[in-house]
């Protein structure tokens, strides 16, 4: 194992300055420097502050990363970065980094796709991917259904939201009901002590036959609810509400990830993304998976959420499928399609 | 070989071996250069302002290229610290850290307004000084400092509408130039750089460093705050 290459990953599409490194699939650092306490005034990520402080956390989380794994510059055989979807001025900040590591060093540099590295992370703790799987990724900027034949090599994309992510949804509830940014593990904590059967919130495109998601009616839906409520002078039992808007989430997300299991006959389903976090989420997945025969495969939290680790795993998976390393002039898109692994 | 000087005392010809790397992203010139110490070897500039982070690094190469030079031969790397528009900016200063950690070599900033204001002054003899060096800063704004010869700045840098530069004084650089109409044509001095090359970046802070004058880390200047508002109460979404 040890002749299998060093891999740097840098991750910066959102608000998580995050590098990782990897040798194969063996997990050696990850590093990560958050913004979010200075975004939680403004009550979601403002790209200018994202930038700022990518900048300023780059090179000491390089640094952390590197002495966590007990590793000088001189090993890294190869540098990974995101290079979208995201953020721009953010994705750009990584990917300079990344081109002046790989410049500074002599190595290889790979532009990746940031859904695909939520995917690939996984191997770091579960080992390779089964090939195809189903993925199902969840965060504050995406949610997407994928088919995934070869991480490395092709994704599909079977489906998406319409409107708000998962993630913005939880936020914008959160804000509804006076709980702080970001709100998913607010709505998690206050949903434990509640209902998710209090009240019947609506599941947008439940039955509508696709594997597309939508959030936005859901949100709109639970401030509706909590202004009549204080407009008619009733206390709101929180944790009813959060458990009640969480459990549509969920219901929806898990629905549509094992009919897509169904339609593609594939036996192995792989959540991601920040939202993956969701305690709630992962009970439905676990229960429902094992109803139908599907295995469910979940990294842990902090693999869920953005990182450099997964980066460096897709880096790596590229490097082992012999795929060309990209140009010093790779450009930083902050719509990279899906169906695009790497550049 | 050292030389030997008439009192038999080796004669100091060369203390040591200086090859800055400079480039600048702070204006719409995605430049790059090496400088010996002496002179410039290789200059190479690309005018886009919206592609920096995919010109820079190619850049580069292309100066070490023509310099006949090696990366590993670089001494320092200097980046030009703006003020200009924030997301090219911060290629430069995040390109020069990265690449000077990996090449084990100190990298440091210079205020890109310096580096036009040493092109214009050395460039132009005649120049009336004091004069004043501006960027465009988008918004309808520019970036300027004023300086008093072309290695002092006296103030700035600052953003500011183009009709609140300091009056009657000579100006220099694309700020100046694209509001033509606004500050008067007959203020502009002719033939001065519209933008800072990394050619004067780099000998000015070659002349810096020999001067063992200290030069600034690489962090950007950023003269505006970010564009932010605390939100309100939730929006009522019901009538």
């Given at each position: 194992m040890t002749d299998e290459p060093l891999v740097l990953g840098i991750e910066t599409s959102c608000d998580e300055t995050g590098v990782g490194i990897v040798r194969g699939h063996t997990l050696l650092a990850n590093a990560i420097a958050s913004s979010v306490d200075e975004h939680a005034r403004f009550g979601g990520v403002v790209p200018e502050v994202a930038s700022r402080a990518h900048l300023e956390a780059m090179t000491p989380t390089v640094e952390r990363a590197l002495e966590q794994a007990g590793l000088k510059f001189g090993d890294i055989d190869a540098v990974a970065v995101t290079a979208g979807p995201g953020l721009a001025g953010a994705l750009l900040v990584g990917v300079a980094a990344a081109k002046a590591y790989a410049l500074g060093l002599g190595v290889p540099l790979y532009g990746v796709n940031h859904l695909a590295a939520h995917v690939a992370v996984d191997e770091l703790e579960h080992g390779p991917l089964p090939r195809p799987c189903i993925a199902l990724l969840v965060s504050g900027g995406h949610s997407s259904l994928l088919l995934v034949p070869d991480v490395a090599r092709e994704v599909i994309s079977l489906g998406s939201t319409v409107d708000d992510a998962a993630g913005e949804a939880f936020d914008k509830v959160a804000r509804v009901l006076g709980?702080?940014?970001?709100g998913g593990p607010h709505i998690d904590r206050a949903a434990r002590e509640g209902s998710g059967t209090a009240v019947a919130f609506p599941r947008g495109k439940?039955?509508?036959?696709?594997?597309d998601f939508s959030f936005s009616g859901l949100k709109t839906a639970v401030a509706r609810w909590v202004e009549a409520k204080r407009a008619a002078g009733e206390t709101i039992h929180v944790p009813d509400v959060a458990a009640s808007f969480q459990e549509a989430v969920v219901d929806v997300l898990t629905r549509k990830a094992l009919d897509a299991c169904r339609r593609y006959d594939v036996h192995d389903l792989l959540i991601g993304g920040g939202v993956a976090a969701n305690s709630r989420l992962r009970a439905l997945a676990q229960e429902r998976c094992d109803a139908a025969g599907v295995r469910l495969r979940v990294p842990r939290p902090g693999l869920c959420t953005d990182n450099g680790a997964m980066v460096a795993a897709l880096g790596a998976d590229l490097l082992a499928a012999g795929v060309s390393p990209s140009a010093h002039d790779l450009p930083a898109d902050s719509s990279m399609p899906i169906t695009t692994v790497n550049v | 070989m050292a030389a030997v000087g008439a009192g038999g005392e080796p004669k100091r010809l060369r203390l040591t071996f200086v090859l800055v790397l400079a480039f600048d992203t702070a204006t719409p010139a995605v430049t790059a250069a090496l400088h010996d110490g002496e002179r410039v070897l290789a200059e190479s500039t690309t005018i886009d302002a919206r592609r920096h982070g995919e010109l820079l690094v190619p850049q580069v190469e292309a100066v070490v290229r023509d310099a006949g030079a090696s990366l590993r031969e670089v001494t320092a790397v200097v980046a030009g610290?703006?003020?200009?528009?924030y997301t090219g900016l911060r290629v430069g200063l995040m390109t020069a850290q990265a690449l000077a950690t990996t090449l084990g070599v100190p990298a440091y900033s210079v205020c890109t307004l310096d580096a036009l204001a040493y092109a214009a002054a050395t460039a132009n003899p005649d120049l009336g000084t004091p004069f004043v060096a501006a960027t465009d800063a988008r918004r309808k704004e520019v970036f300027w400092a004023r300086y008093s010869?072309?290695?002092?700045?006296?103030e700035g840098p600052f953003v500011a509408k183009?009709?609140?530069?300091?009056?009657?004084l000579p100006l220099v650089g694309a700020g100046a130039r694209m509001y033509a109409e606004v500050v008067g044509e007959a203020r502009i001095v002719p033939g001065a750089p519209e933008y800072p090359y990394a050619g004067a970046l780099a000998a000015l802070a070659a002349e810096r460093l020999a001067a063992g004058a200290g030069l600034e880390p690489p962090r950007p200047i950023y003269l505006r705050r970010p564009d932010a508002r605390e939100p309100g109460a939730p929006k009522k979404v019901t009538a």
């Open positions: 709980l702080p940014f970001p439940y039955d509508d036959g696709t594997l | 610290a703006g003020p200009g528009p010869d072309a290695r002092t700045r006296d183009p009709q609140d530069l300091p009056a009657d």
